[in-house]
């Protein structure tokens, strides 16, 4: 039958689209959004400096590489410029590895509660999307191993990951690149790796410098605070990055964007306050959530994982509807397979104090 309008790759309307997380409390006058994983530091104020100083040239193309910002990023960690690579956000690097490799056929795998841009990716390449099992809320790297086939090119590891803010040791992150053919191409996906406070945690940058076949991906997003700008980078072996550079486009990350984020990766300080901030109030509020009785799942990002009971009235959806009435938004992860949990960003002191109280309401408990 001849199709009467342009058609889309097979495959392409099975994808479900990637629906972030809300951001609006209807009929509440002070909303506090903890959906997304945002600081609630803001961003650095050098680095707002520097983002409206460039509204003076918006006539001008940035800079088509992006070099002053991997210069700025190769000074901050002690990498070769020449192996970094700028995109607009880790969602748009993530799509580009998948796009340079993978292809019809090909197989990716990603873990069961990984971020959802994986299969999005994968699918959107017409190559198919291998869920391995993760073991109490956490990549398991023999269930990765397992799931390898011959037509498997990339997995993708989120580490920590989200939504369940776990984290996999370097010493497992290694054995799976040990143990991965070398023609698989492991993408160790770190945007939260500046909040994670542990002896046997590397984010990547070890394994890129030392195989042929790694590439970890990072974003200003998070404790950086310019998830607005949408800017991430990425740091691969040489072949890998002259692969994505032939087929990014030409200004993928804007002027603006670049400027912010020399500054920000140079402020130091701001860095280190909103991790200190991060770690009180993580801490804090994974104890005070499970004295009500709620599961917690142990998380090293700027975010928890909090589990409810299947008991009507007691559901992570009611306890959503609950807390929105009250302008508290966390993030529903049923399309994570997490149906009977909420995630919730790290905030202020006020919005978290806020949260526990209301979760102790919903509960019928003493606050």
Same mark, same amino acid.
């Given at each position: 039958?001849?199709?009467?309008?342009?058609?889309?790759?097979?495959?392409?309307?099975?994808?479900?689209?990637?629906?972030? &997380?809300?951001?609006?409390?209807?009929?509440?006058?002070?909303?506090? #959004?903890?959906?997304?994983?945002?600081?609630?530091? &803001?961003?650095?104020? +050098?680095?707002?400096?520097?983002?409206?100083?460039?509204?003076?040239?918006?006539?001008?193309?940035?800079?088509?590489?992006?070099?002053?910002? +991997?210069?700025?990023? !190769?000074?901050?960690?002690?990498?070769?410029?020449? +192996?970094?690579?700028? !995109?607009? /956000?880790?969602?748009?690097?993530?799509? =580009?590895?998948?796009?340079? %490799?993978?292809?019809?056929?090909?197989?990716? @795998?990603?873990?069961?509660?990984?971020?959802?841009?994986?299969?999005?990716?994968?699918?959107?390449?017409?190559?198919?999307?291998?869920?391995?099992? *993760?073991?109490?809320?956490?990549?398991?790297?023999?269930?990765?191993?397992?799931?390898?086939?011959?037509?498997?090119?990339?997995?993708? =590891?989120?580490?920590?990951?989200?939504?369940?803010?776990? %984290?996999?040791?370097?010493? *497992?992150?290694?054995?799976?690149?040990?143990?991965?053919?070398?023609?698989?191409?492991?993408?160790?996906?770190?945007? %939260?790796?500046?909040?994670?406070? +542990?002896?046997? %945690?590397?984010?990547?940058?070890?394994?890129?410098?030392?195989?042929?076949?790694?590439?970890?991906?990072?974003?200003?997003?998070?404790?950086?605070?310019?998830?607005?700008?949408?800017?991430?980078?990425?740091?691969?072996?040489?072949?890998?990055?002259?692969?994505?550079?032939? @087929?990014? /486009?030409?200004?993928?990350?804007?002027?603006?964007?670049?400027?912010?984020?020399?500054?920000?990766?140079?402020?130091?300080?701001?860095?280190? $306050?909103?991790?200190?901030?991060?770690?009180?109030?993580?801490?804090?509020?994974?104890?005070?959530?499970?004295?009500? !009785?709620?599961?917690?799942?142990?998380?090293?990002?700027?975010?928890?994982?909090?589990?409810?009971?299947?008991? #009507? &009235?007691?559901?992570?959806?009611?306890?959503?509807?609950?807390?929105?009435?009250? &302008?508290?938004?966390?993030?529903?992860?049923?399309?994570?397979?997490?149906?009977?949990?909420?995630?919730? $960003?790290?905030?202020?002191? *006020?919005?978290?104090?806020?949260?526990? #109280?209301?979760?102790?309401?919903?509960?019928? #408990?003493?606050?």
């Amino acid at each position: 039958m001849t199709a009467t309008r342009p058609q889309p790759r097979p495959g392409v309307l099975d994808i479900a689209p990637y629906v972030p &997380g809300k951001s609006t409390a209807p009929g509440v006058a002070k909303v506090f #959004k903890l959906s997304s994983n945002e600081t609630p530091l &803001g961003p650095s104020p +050098r680095a707002v400096a520097a983002y409206r100083a460039v509204g003076e040239h918006l006539q001008d193309y940035p800079d088509g590489s992006a070099s002053e910002l +991997r210069e700025a990023i !190769g000074k901050r960690f002690g990498l070769d410029p020449a +192996r970094i690579v700028c !995109g607009a /956000g880790s969602d748009d690097l993530l799509n =580009l590895l998948a796009r340079a %490799y993978l292809a019809d056929g090909d197989e990716a @795998i990603h873990t069961t509660h990984g971020f959802l841009v994986y299969p999005i990716a994968t699918l959107g390449t017409g190559a198919k999307p291998v869920v391995a099992a *993760e073991k109490n809320f956490t990549a398991d790297v023999d269930a990765i191993l397992a799931a390898m086939t011959k037509k498997t090119k990339i997995v993708f =590891l989120a580490n920590p990951n989200n939504p369940t803010g776990t %984290y996999v040791s370097f010493d *497992e992150v290694k054995r799976l690149r040990r143990d991965l053919p070398p023609q698989v191409l492991l993408v160790v996906d770190a945007a %939260y790796a500046e909040y994670v406070r +542990r002896n046997d %945690y590397e984010s990547g940058i070890e394994l890129v410098a030392t195989t042929d076949n790694t590439v970890m991906c990072r974003t200003f997003s998070k404790i950086y605070g310019l998830a607005a700008l949408r800017l991430g980078w990425l740091y691969g072996p040489a072949h890998v990055v002259d692969a994505i550079n032939r @087929i990014r /486009g030409p200004f993928n990350v804007n002027a603006p964007s670049i400027a912010a984020g020399v500054v920000a990766i140079a402020d130091t300080a701001h860095i280190e $306050t909103a991790r200190a901030h991060n770690e009180k109030w993580l801490a804090w509020l994974t104890q005070e959530i499970g004295k009500l !009785g709620l599961g917690v799942t142990p998380s090293v990002a700027n975010f928890v994982l909090i589990h409810f009971p299947e008991t #009507k &009235g007691r559901t992570a959806k009611e306890a959503d509807a609950f807390l929105t009435k009250r &302008g508290l938004v966390l993030r529903q992860v049923a399309a994570y397979k997490l149906p009977n949990a909420l995630r919730m $960003t790290v905030g202020s002191e *006020e919005a978290n104090r806020l949260v526990v #109280k209301a979760l102790a309401e919903f509960l019928g #408990k003493p606050a």
